[in-house]
């Protein structure tokens, strides 16, 4: 069964930097495109970041470009976001993807990053 483990959350301050990773178990993860998700309390599911299965293309939503990085390294099944320069509106639960850039058909469970202002 395909699952995806995402670790790396906590609280930061803001101006700091976190690097959430993303282990992909259960089928073959290396051939699809992966991301990056987040809610934030009362809001809408929105994407936030993807990288193809080769890491030569990547995605990011506007309000992240030039603060956040995908990448992946498909020996390890793993895929990453490094998050610098955070915001407090960065907070959210951040959610591992595969399998698709806007309708991703795999999902993980979820880390809590919060940035305190």
């Known amino acids: 069964q395909a699952q995806l483990v995402e670790s790396g959350g906590g609280l930061v301050q803001a101006g700091g930097s976190l690097r959430l990773s993303c282990a992909a178990s259960?089928?073959?993860?290396?051939?699809?495109?992966m991301g990056w998700f987040r809610q934030a309390p009362g809001k809408e599911r929105e994407f936030v970041a993807a990288?193809?299965?080769?890491?030569?293309?990547?995605e990011y939503a506007d309000s992240v470009k030039g603060r956040f990085t995908i990448s992946r390294d498909n020996v390890k099944n793993t895929v990453y976001l490094q998050m610098n320069s955070l915001k407090p509106e960065d907070t959210a639960v951040y959610y591992c993807?595969?399998?698709?850039?806007?309708?991703?058909?795999?999902w993980g469970q979820g880390t809590q990053v919060t940035v305190s202002s």
């Open positions: 993807t595969a399998g698709g850039t806007r309708v991703p058909r795999y």
């Open positions: 990288i193809t299965w080769s890491g030569s293309s990547t």
């Open positions: 259960g089928r073959t993860f290396s051939t699809i495109t």
